[in-house]
């Protein structure tokens, strides 16, 4: 079984800074693309920032220059620096992983359970 957990949301005033990290556990072979996502209420769930395996990157437009996304593929986690927080950054934000688990021949695509990050004053 294969489990993503976020942590590290919470809440933030407009110019700061939050660091959310996403841990993937269970029985993991490997993973692929990792990447944050997030929906605010009335709002589709967009994709924000993406890393491959090789540590390649992009990012959301709204987003550049302000995230960082990076990983430690020996801990099998990935991280989100957010700085110079906005009230349009609110939201929900959700980790999702290709991950091909032990004795599989596929990568599966999985969701962490969100973390909710909310910008105000």
């Known amino acids: 079984q294969v489990q993503l957990v976020e942590s590290g949301g919470g809440l933030v005033q407009p110019g700061g800074s939050l660091r959310l990290s996403c841990a993937a556990s269970g029985n993991i072979f490997r993973i692929d693309r990792m990447a944050w996502y997030r929906q605010a209420p009335g709002n589709q769930r967009e994709l924000v920032a993406y890393i491959t395996a090789s540590r390649a990157t992009d990012y959301e437009d709204s987003v550049k220059g302000r995230f960082t996304i990076s990983r430690d593929n020996a801990q099998n986690t990935m991280y989100l620096q957010m700085n110079s927080l906005k009230p349009e950054d609110t939201a929900v934000y959700y980790c999702?992983?290709?991950?091909?688990?032990?004795?599989?021949?596929?990568?599966?695509?999985?969701w962490g359970q969100g973390t909710q990050v909310t910008v105000s004053s």
């Open positions: 999702n992983a290709m991950i091909r688990a032990v004795g599989d021949s596929y990568y599966a695509r999985h």
